[in-house]
């Protein structure tokens, strides 16, 4: 029995649900784009798209074949739906294999996808963390190379404004670098050409001294406050204490050696000027006791040859040798009195004094003087020099003794300068006396000073004369010093407090 059910209505369904369904498809299709198109790298909506263009392909397939099957058979063409049947369904399964493998395939991808993103995240988590500590570097690396310069700018400094000469030579003593104090010193030891080059050997005024250093530094690897004469460029020696290293290279030809040179001429001159002062002092305590004990006896001898000369016959032979007794007796009496003078400076009579107007009549004297004609003597005085609280005689002596020395030493025929100049930050007056004779020579130097002293032919010295102005000079609170070079002259300074001391104001 077969039972008849209206199959109209079933057939509207079929018909246009089909055409619904690719409506619904292609309309699924466009919402994919819509969000492919906001993300294209992300690879879910590139499935999403796919599947529904694979959807909407299988729509197409399958209701197509059902609108067209309806069709035919409402146009009573149902056989030839019986031929395209079978196409339908293998277009319909080709569009669901198709589906079902970009299923699989995006799975695969999804997987895929998952693991890049989960690298790309690792790899975005390094970046960052290589950034920062690239930015820690950076900011390390600026610190670092920061505190390198300025700890370079200081030592820099310190080699620069050193006033000690610190070198580096190679171990022939070729400067190989040296600081400005080095440069100013030596720099005539050799940087003409490329045979003399710098050299801290030729400086060394005692060859030896050199041979004893590298000794030094071959058997101990240094050199320790070693005391030296090198010879300026200017041709001054000039004493120094030696430290020096070793730095050992490669080889031999790399081998470099670190000087530390300490100027002490100066710490040297003020230790020979203390001894000189302790030396004249003693001498002159002795000197002040054994004149003391002469003077006296002198004075007597000297008494009683007068008393004796006054009743002998002036004819009379005795009487010529009591005068050559009283001559003598005298000429001791005068070296006495220096000694004195040198010891004690004698009584002293300061009042304000133009500096200038002494030694105005120091050479105003000594221009009548027979023999002193010829000298060309100038004068350079500081126009703002005071008075100086002074003994106007005792200074007149003392100038006059430096011009009489300085006359004899250029022989009557060369030049002499005296000057002035005033220190009004210490208060002192000045007074240079130059010559430009042969100089003193440097041993004589530490006994320039000494009582008895001179370098004059018997007869025409006493050696006092420095002496007694020393003693002068010391006895105002002064002081004098000499400055010589051989064959470049001599130049006294004396240096006086323009100001009365605080025991002459009370008093």
Known sequence: MTFLVPSMPVILIDFFGSIVMIVLSFMCVGKAQKLRARDEQNIVWTYLLWLSWGLAVFAVSRSGGHIIKQLLVMSGHSALWGTLRPYS????????FVAGSV??????????????????????????????????LENLVA?????????EHRYRRIFEVSRDLILVTNRNGEILD???????????????????????QRA?????????????LEERGFVLNEEAVLMRHDGATIRVLISAGL???????????????????????????????DKLASIGELSSGIAHEINNPLGIILGYTQLLLRNEDPENERHADL???????????????????????GETMKEPTDLHEVIDEVLQFLHHEPGRQDLAISKEYSLDLPLAHVDKKKIRQVIMNLVINAS???????????ATDFNPEKGLASIWVKDNGPGIPKQNMARIFDPFFTTKPTGQGTGLGLSVSYGIIKSHGGDISVESAPGEGAAFHITLPVEPPESDIED
């Open 178 to 200: 040296c600081n400005p104090a080095s440069q100013k010193a030596l720099n005539s030891h050799g940087n003409d050409d490329a045979e003399h080059k710098p050299s801290i």
């Open 204 to 216: 060394f005024d005692n060859p030896q001294q050199w041979d004893s250093i590298l000794q030094d």
């Open 143 to 151: 610190a670092r190379t920061q505190a390198l310069a300025l700890s």
């Open 408 to 418: 004899h030493a250029v022989e009557g025929r060369g030049k002499i300068l005296l």
């Open 247 to 277: 730095d050992q290279g490669e080889d031999e030809a790399r081998d470099t050696i670190h000087f530390l040179i300490r100027d002490i001429e100066q710490k040297k001159l003020m230790e020979a000027r203390m001894a000189q002062a």
């Open 323 to 345: 005068r050559i007794i009283e001559k003598h007796v005298k000429s001791c009496k005068v070296i006495v009195e220096d000694l004195l003078s040198f010891a004690r400076g």
């Open 103 to 136: 299923t699989l395939f995006f799975e695969r991808v999804f997987r895929i996808n998952r693991r890049i993103l989960a690298d790309k995240a690792e790899l975005q988590e390094s970046k960052q963390q290589l950034l920062y500590l690239n930015q820690n």
């Open 89 to 96: 369904g293998a277009i319909n399964t080709s569009v669901f």
